[in-house]
């Protein structure tokens, strides 16, 4: 059990373009969902956290209103990535969590974002 | 701001040889956690570590928590090929749950 999808695996855009990047967890609901980032040859940094039926939270730095997050239902958060620019290229992770006391994540396989 | 650090950076090592990656972080936490990283993939958990002392063990990684020193160490035992992989240490936020603050990372690279 605790699988997280993650769609599409890998995305190439052009620059100005928009793209959407979903997770879901398949055989669990999950309260939160977390949207992380990880540049070639360097570690994860957490983009935002996102709570089903509520605004996500950003960390800082985090340009908001590029990196659109939409946790519409129990299984399913979104992230879009607005007139991406060639930046904005990375591998994007989401994790899941059933609920806010538990203390075990599941990652999703990735979203590699290339644009040109 | 938490800061989490991982000690080595890169790390080659002999089949069959013992080592150690240290994990060090700045702040208060109870919950440190090992993940394993393959090239082009995502993320394995290896260990969950919540609380002093804790000390957890699969096939040839062992795990420690330390959390007055603010330490974790993941060591590794005769080492195989198939352990080459990228190593993270990460540390929970404390008070928010799941928001997880990763080290740089430790490249293994495991040599016959």
């Known amino acids: 059990g605790a699988v997280v999808s993650q769609h599409p695996s890998w995305v190439i855009c052009k620059s100005g373009t928009s793209v959407k990047i979903e997770c879901r967890s398949l055989d669990f609901q999950a309260t939160t969902m977390f949207w992380y980032r990880q540049f070639p040859k360097q570690s994860l940094m957490l983009m935002a956290t996102?709570?089903?039926?509520?605004?996500?939270?950003?960390e800082q730095g985090v340009e908001k209103d590029k990196f659109l997050i939409n946790h519409a239902s129990l299984t399913l958060s979104t992230l879009t990535v607005t007139s991406a620019h060639p930046e904005d290229s990375s591998f994007y992770i989401c994790s899941a969590r059933r609920d806010r006391g538990s203390y075990e994540q599941y990652f999703g396989p990735g979203t590699r974002l290339t644009v040109t | 701001e938490l800061k989490v650090e991982q000690n080595p950076l890169f790390l080659s090592m002999q089949e069959g040889k013992n080592y150690t990656i240290y994990c060090n972080y700045s702040?208060?936490?109870?919950?440190l956690y090992w993940y394993r990283q393959d090239p082009g993939k995502s993320l394995e958990s290896l260990f969950v570590l919540l609380s002093n002392g804790a000390v957890k063990q699969e096939g040839r990684l062992m795990a420690s928590l330390d959390t007055k020193a603010r330490l974790s160490t993941l060591h590794i035992t005769a080492a195989v090929h198939d352990l080459s992989a990228t190593y993270f240490c990460?540390?929970?936020?404390?008070?928010?749950?799941?928001?997880?603050?990763f080290g740089q990372g430790t490249i293994l690279t495991v040599h016959p």
């Open positions: 990460a540390v929970d936020k404390g008070t928010s749950y799941g928001k997880l603050t």
């Open positions: 996102s709570n089903e039926g509520s605004k996500a939270t950003y």
């Open positions: 702040t208060t936490s109870d919950r």
